[in-house]
Antibody, heavy 120, light 109 residues
Framework: QVQLVESGGGVVQPGRSLRLSCAAS????????MHWVRQAPGKGLEWVAVISPDGSNKYYGDSVKGRFAISRDNSKNTLYLQMNSLRAEDTAVYFC?????????????WGQGTLVTVSS | QTVVTQEPSLTVSPGGTVTLTCASS?????????PNWFQQKPGQAPRALIYSTSNKHSWTPARFSGSLLGGKAALTLSGIQPEDEAEYYC?????????FGGGTRLTVV
């Protein structure tokens, strides 16, 4: 069955970088767009970024544009989120999500998330 | 700054029916916004319920249905069960960007 497992979270100082990974199994990653979504403690969901199946198209939320980079290695069945110039407001659980076969507009499976805490 | 608005909270009795709505600050929500709906329980990841306005995933209970209603996206729960108590989020597409609503906390009492 489909599994998405995020990793790479932890405590990081403001201004530093962190790279999250999302290991995919149970499906062929290179056939699907993938999203990152985050949720600050006690808050709602915020869309972060999306990448097309072949990695050629990427879009970002305004709050992370220019600081975060989404990428994928289909040969390793892994999605990434490179987070640079981290701020306290980036503290959140980060989820990766697979889209439905009908297009990148349609979310389907979610991982369990990895917590990123930005603090000095 | 695009804002997607949901009812902050709703309370419903078991067996009842409730409709949650999702409005866009840009105007009428249409099928071109590809509305998605998600359920999230405390300590869990979100679970997808509805995509593209009204399409259900294989695991979505029959009592959940999605529609467009009065210029908004809507999620209707019929024959509510105690396990439906959760936070519900809608998600709309804005041409290369996606925006979540603030969520509706549904209480079943």
């Amino acid at each position: 069955q489909v599994q998405l497992v995020e990793s790479g979270g932890g405590v990081v100082q403001p201004g530093r970088s962190l790279r999250l990974s999302c290991a995919a199994s149970g499906f062929t990653l290179n056939s699907y767009a993938m999203h990152w979504v985050r949720q600050a403690p006690g808050k709602g969901l915020e869309w972060v970024a999306v990448i097309s199946p072949d990695g050629s198209n990427k879009y970002y939320g305004d709050s992370v544009k220019g600081r975060f980079a989404i990428s994928r290695d289909n040969s390793k069945n892994t999605l990434y989120l490179q987070m640079n110039s981290l701020r306290a407001e980036d503290t959140a659980v980060y989820f990766c999500a697979k889209v439905h076969s009908s297009g990148w507009y349609h979310f389907e499976y979610w991982g369990q998330g990895t917590l990123v805490t930005v603090s000095s | 700054q695009t804002v997607v608005t949901q009812e902050p909270s709703l309370t419903v009795s078991p067996g009842g029916t409730v409709t949650l709505t999702c409005a866009s600050s840009t105007g009428t929500v249409t099928s071109g916004y590809y509305p998605n709906w998600f359920q999230q329980k405390p300590g869990q990841a979100p679970r997808a319920l509805i995509y593209s306005t009204s399409n259900k995933h294989s695991w979505t209970p029959a009592r959940f249905s999605g529609s467009l209603l009065g210029g908004k996206a809507a999620l209707t729960l019929s024959g509510i069960q105690p396990e439906d108590e959760a936070e519900y989020y809608c998600l709309l597409y804005y041409g290369g960007a996606w925006v979540f609503g603030g969520g509706t906390r549904l209480t079943v009492v």
